[in-house]
């Protein structure tokens, strides 16, 4: 049966689309208009015609394993007007049971002012009803939220309906239209801006900010966030557009906590001396001034230590995945002051992180907060840290004198390996994107390191392993790398494809099955009985897997198996 | 899946809680006066409640708005319900011109109220002009009604007919018997004499604001030929039954008083009907916005009485809201667009 909507772009859960219907294309999200759309669907849930619409109408059938259509409707939706938990586990269950090219519409629910959110969790098609119904029962409706006409309000929009109209002195009848038109239009509104937002990866920034007008979206969002792994599912490994982190709700985007599971999961165990670092407002850390005056009077010392910068809301990041999303591109309000929620999740990051490795001894170079966050953790552990920090300048000569001359001691002391720090990056990225082990697997004991920060490569011999590329900064395997993964792991981060030779694009449909642990952007090695290929995946490998329609991955190199 | 409307054999079954017991009627009261419709005349009106042991289907399966279940009383016997209609008729005499016994079961059920209870009530009211009772079809016999009638010549059968679609009856309501077997007890109730009424439901569960509008209507004119008085029921939302359950979960919300005022604006002229709009203006009763409410439910009694279309003057804003929801409810597949 051909598929009559596509997805074309992925934010998380939500994204853009077609749907082809009545002999056009509509991009979603977006709303139904006028009553004969409304009616035209209605009638393609009773009699089957050009489009499959299916409609979950009870708790039992979201219950049911799966529902394949090219509209799929969650019936009765406006029951979950005030009911954020009701909400979040009906959307979140009818997206998982639906197929992904299936388009999820939510009838009878939007406002200006949820819209965002409802295709932040994943719904693709909406329609004007709640905000008609909002109309007739006096209000205006905004992003920011409804407010009720009476006889002194006034209307300061400027949007056609509204302009020079003045809404609180017209007659019923005129004064709905006009509250309709308007209310009408503010939702398509909303909508465009929801749109652009995932084009350009940012709609949780849209959200976080949305969510702050009513308590019942600000509970939507938290609850949403409960639903980690449905969202971590759908998240981009990476994106260009910065991380901000401006609310509460920040620290639980599931781009944080993947990256706080992974730090402890996958990186391979370290020993040694830790040096902790305060983090900076410019990215990667080692290219801010703070950076750079420590690192250039630590110099050749760095070698023997290994570092981790303590950031909110991004906890630990080992020096190695400083080029890596998010900790590559996040923005955080400074003040100098951490708020308790902050302070706690990097206290328990920092806890697992000494945890998970083996550390002879931990330098903390930080003060003010950082210094509190370090402190706490260090005696959560029983570990003795040792501060260099003098008068709570990490700058000052002072404190940067210290700081050589305990590291040179501890040196002196546990005389650990001298290391090429170039292979940190490589071999920590190797890792954080493969799995445990996976550097091991790929890279001989110390290949050699070559290229400029960050576009580091590895080589061995000759022939090169892998490259750090791209805008990304993702570790991109060559073919070679990729062999020698495949020897150590059978199908982590493959693609299984029908028997075609790929060029270029690896469409879905192609796909005979996918690691579901690939996210979209992820590298992966692409495989058929004929050849063995790299590239990026375009969306995740439960998706590839599932779908019928979309490009799964962009082939960089392929080669005879 | 099927797209048709959702049903209750979706929704398991709510049973009546044993210890809610007596819940609602204690603190209500067992009888009360009013005015009602005599052959065109206004005349006083006595309404008595009797606690039986309850009804039968009630008590096996019920229907999915009704939760009178929780006000019977399974140890009541013969003795104790005719002193309950004698302590009140003691209280308010015997000169109402009506008098109606209601037992929330079937007042013609031998097994919920025993022969020798039926007949003393009966015999005790044979002076007044109407004595209107209520059962389920299946206890309108000849036989019975013959019982009936050497009692009391003035009887009317109520009957819970609820809609004449037999598809809703069932799929909504699950009432357990069927338009023929209504037109059968209408038939029999006649030939011995005795005059019917029947009760239609407006707005069973998982009906459209729209689709119950329609189906009352459509319901009037099926049993006006067979029905001597209507009596238009706005569905309310009771405890302990699948409409609250429905209703909690904001997938019911009883009829707007202006589709109950469209009703019975629309089949005036076909039929007599009464509507009495029990528990209206309430989130759980049938209502409009709030703010007229008190008008229109003044208007639908004074139109009970006067049967006169005139007595509809009320508008309100929210005329506009309602008729929105008449359109468009349907496009929220299951829920109501507005509490
Ligand atoms: S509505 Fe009538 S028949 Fe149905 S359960 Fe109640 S009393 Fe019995
Ligand atoms: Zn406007
Ligand atoms: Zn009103």
Known sequence: MPRHFEVTRRDGAARLGTLRWRGEELTTPSSFDSKEELEFLNALTIHKAELDVAVITSQEDLRAERIDADVVILGGAPRFGDDPRGLTKALVRARELTNPDSALYV?????????????????????????????????????????????????????????????????????????????????????????????????????????????????????????????????????????????????????????????????????????????????????????????????????????????????????????????????????????????????????????????????????????????????????????????????????????????????????????????????????????????????????????????????????????????????????????????????????????????????????????????????????????????????????????????AVAVRHVEAR | MKTARASRRRYPRQAASGTTRHRTRANDRLAWTGLDLLNGEIVPSLTVLLTTKGCYWARRDGCTMCGYIADANPDAQSADIQKQLFEVLAQYGTAFKIVKLFTSGSFLDQEELPIDARDAILSALADTPKVIVESRPEFVTSEICGDVVRSNRHVEIAIGLETSNDDIRDSCINKGFTFRDFVRASKVAHSDGLTVKAYLLLKPPFLTEVEALEDAIQSTHDAAPYADTISLNLCNVQKGTLVEALWKKRLYRPPWLWTAVEVLKRVKPIATIICDPVGAGTARGPHNCGKCDRQVILEIKEFSLSQDSASFTATCADQLLWKYVLEFEKFSYGAPLVP
């Open chain 1, 107 to 551: 009838p009878a629910l939007a406002t200006p002012n949820n819209v965002s959110l409802l295709v932040y969790a994943g719904v693709d098609l909406v329609d004007p009803i709640m905000a008609e119904v909002k109309a007739r029962d006096g209000y205006l409706l905004s992003a920011e939220g409804e407010r009720q006409f009476d006889a002194t309000s006034r209307s300061y929009c400027m949007c056609d309906a509204c302009r020079g109209v003045n809404v609180a002195d017209l007659p019923p009848e005129q004064r709905v239209t006009v509250l309709s038109a308007h209310n009408r239009h503010a939702l398509k509104a909303e909508l465009c801006i929801a749109r652009e937002n995932i084009e350009r990866g940012t709609l949780r920034e849209l959200v976080e900010g949305r969510c702050r007008t009513a308590p019942m979206l600000t509970a939507l969002l938290r609850l949403l966030d409960e639903e980690h792994s449905y969202f971590e599912r759908r998240s981009p490994i990476v994106r260009t557009a910065t991380l901000l982190a401006c609310s509460q709700e920040s620290l639980n985007r599931p781009e944080i906590l993947r990256f706080g599971e992974r730090v402890i999961e996958r990186l391979n165990k370290r020993g040694g001396i830790l040096l902790l670092l305060p983090c900076s407002a410019r990215k990667p850390y080692s290219r801010s001034r703070s950076h750079r005056t420590i690192l250039k009077r630590l110099d050749k010392l760095r070698q023997f230590l290994h570092e981790a910068i303590v950031t909110s809301p991004i906890g630990i990041v080992p020096r190695g995945l400083e080029i890596m999303y998010p900790a590559s591109n996040y923005d955080i309000p400074v003040t100098g002051k951490w708020t308790c929620d902050e302070s706690e999740w990097v206290i328990g990051r920092l806890t697992k992180y000494l945890e998970a490795n083996a550390f002879d001894t931990v330098v903390a170079h930080v003060s003010g907060p950082y210094r509190k966050v370090c402190d706490e953790a260090a005696a959560a552990l029983g570990v003795d840290l040792i501060h260099t920090v003098k008068d709570e300048n990490t700058l000052s000569s002072d404190s940067l004198q210290r700081l050589c001359a305990v590291v040179q001691e501890l040196i002196v002391e546990y005389s650990p390996k001298q290391r090429d720090l170039r292979f940190d990056y490589i071999q920590d990225l190797a890792d954080y994107q493969f799995g445990p082990n996976a550097s091991t697997a790929i890279f001989a004991e110390s290949p050699k390191v070559r290229g400029l920060f960050p576009t580091y490569y590895a080589s061995d011999g000759r022939t090169r392993i892998a490259t750090i590329v791209g805008k990304y900064c993702t570790l991109a395997l060559t073919i070679e790398g990729a062999r020698r993964y495949l020897r150590a792991v059978e199908n982590r981060y493959c693609v299984r494809i029908d028997d075609f030779v790929p060029k270029g694009t690896v469409f879905a449909i192609g796909v005979l099955n996918a690691d579901p642990e690939i996210r979209p952007f992820d590298e992966v090695i692409v495989l058929n009985e004929r050849v063995i290929a790299v590239g990026r995946a375009l969306m995740s490998g439960w998706e590839m897997q599932a779908s019928k329609r979309g490009a």
